[in-house]
Structure formats: structure tokens, C-alpha cells
């Protein structure tokens, strides 16, 4: 079992609909969770950082972390035809380094 | 967010020719620092951690030989590819830490294309 399990897709989703991509862990020892945004031929950008279990919400994006089910979750709201890109999640406990998944990539379609 | 710069973004080479990129954080100061490699379509590849004033250390697998890194001062760490190879082409992306928080911020990337 890999330590980060993220569905691939690719994820096609209308203009304005609300995207709900996930990863699953199974190293109990990460505290910090992350959600990237890569857009082809760019380095990843950081959404979203949190260390502890619930929601936490920034604009249109939301991260949930559920550290009992060893879940996590990015949501975005009225998606935009700019959020296409592949969606990585990344995690670590302290003081290593990340582990990712393997990105997700989603298409908005206008 | 704090701020990763890299450079160069785009590299051409010939084949035996030696290549360095460069990954500075703009606004904080780095002990350690990521280098990662990424192929088209696929995650980032952890190739080593970066340690000011110390060696890095490598991921197994990685040539350390082949991938050397420097990383001279606080803000700046660098990778040099040396004797490249075609195979060696690839993304290459660094990464830093400030410090005071988990949060890992990415420079741009590097794109290696060898002849």
C-alpha cells in the first residue's frame, strides 16, 4: 500500500460546479497536509495548508482533513475554467519531507 | 506565501555538458531546501534534501555523483547536473521551507532538455 493514494482521473467537470478531489494516507505520523495546484510546465503552488483535523476555508477552496479516517479533501466552489490544472496532495509529518500523490487532473469546461 | 525563485526556466544542452540551476527563497531564509524531479504526467520524485552549510542527502537511486548540490548560504541552493545524458532531461523543481511553519513552498521549475 502506498503511503498517499490519489485518484488520477482525469477528473472533467462543467463551468460552476463544485469539485471534490480526495487522497487517503496510511502513515499515521503526518501532521501537515497540503493541497497543490500545478499548471503544465509551472511548479506547484500552494492552495491550501493545514495541520489539524476539520475545515478550513480560503475564497472558493475549502481543505477538509480527517485524521481518524486518514482522509482528506479539496473542495472547490464555482469552478472556473482556471482551476483546470492537476491537483496534488502532499503531506508530512514534522521535520520530513513531503510525500505526494500522484495529482489529479481536472478540466472545468466552459 | 513566501516567494521561490529559480532559474534558469528553460536549458538546452548538448550531451557531456555540465548544467546548473539555481533555486534562491526571495523573502525568508531556507536551512533546508528540496530538490525534486518530475516527468511528464507523473507526481514529483524527491531526489534530495538540501542542508546549508552541510552535505545533502540523497534519495536512494540517486546519483549523488551525478546530481551535485550546494547549498552555499541561506537563500540559495543549487543543483549542478554534471556530464548530462538525454535521460537526463527532465523537470527539475525546488522547494523550501521557511521555517516557522510545515508549509513547503515550490520555485518554478527547470526544464532540461539534452541533446
Known amino acids: 500500500q502506498k503511503e498517499v493514494e490519489q485518484d488520477p482521473g482525469p477528473l472533467s467537470v462543467p463551468e460552476g460546479a463544485i469539485v471534490s478531489l480526495n487522497c487517503t494516507y496510511s502513515?499515521?505520523?503526518?501532521?501537515?497536509f497540503m493541497w497543490y495546484r500545478q499548471y503544465s510546465r509551472k511548479g506547484p503552488e500552494l492552495l491550501m495548508y493545514t495541520y489539524s483535523s476539520g475545515n478550513k476555508e480560503d475564497g472558493r477552496f475549502t481543505a477538509q482533513v480527517d485524521k481518524s479516517s486518514k482522509y482528506i479533501s479539496l473542495f472547490i466552489r464555482d469552478s472556473q475554467p482556471s482551476d483546470s490544472a492537476t491537483y496534488l496532495c502532499?503531506?508530512?509529518?514534522?521535520?520530513?519531507?513531503?510525500?505526494f500523490g500522484k495529482g489529479t487532473r481536472l478540466s472545468v469546461i466552459a | 506565501g513566501a516567494v521561490v525563485s529559480q532559474h534558469p526556466s528553460w536549458v538546452i544542452c548538448k550531451s557531456g555538458t555540465s548544467v546548473k540551476i539555481e533555486c534562491r527563497s526571495l523573502d525568508f531564509q531556507a536551512t533546508t531546501m528540496f530538490w525534486y524531479r518530475q516527468f511528464p504526467k507523473q507526481s514529483l520524485m524527491l531526489m534530495a534534501t538540501?542542508?546549508?552549510?552541510?552535505?545533502?542527502?540523497?534519495e536512494q537511486g540517486v546519483e549523488k555523483d551525478k546530481f551535485l548540490i550546494n547549498h552555499a548560504s541561506l537563500t540559495l541552493s543549487t543543483l549542478t547536473v554534471t556530464s548530462a545524458h538525454p535521460e537526463d532531461s527532465s523537470f527539475y523543481i525546488c522547494?523550501?521551507?521557511?521555517?516557522?511553519?510545515?508549509?513547503?513552498?515550490f520555485g518554478e521549475g527547470s526544464r532540461l532538455t539534452v541533446l
Open positions: 522547494s523550501a521551507n521557511p521555517g516557522f511553519t510545515g508549509e513547503l513552498f
Open positions: 502513515n499515521s505520523a503526518f501532521q501537515y
Open positions: 538540501s542542508n546549508e552549510g552541510s552535505k545533502a542527502t540523497y
Open positions: 502532499a503531506m508530512r509529518p514534522r521535520g520530513t519531507p513531503l510525500v
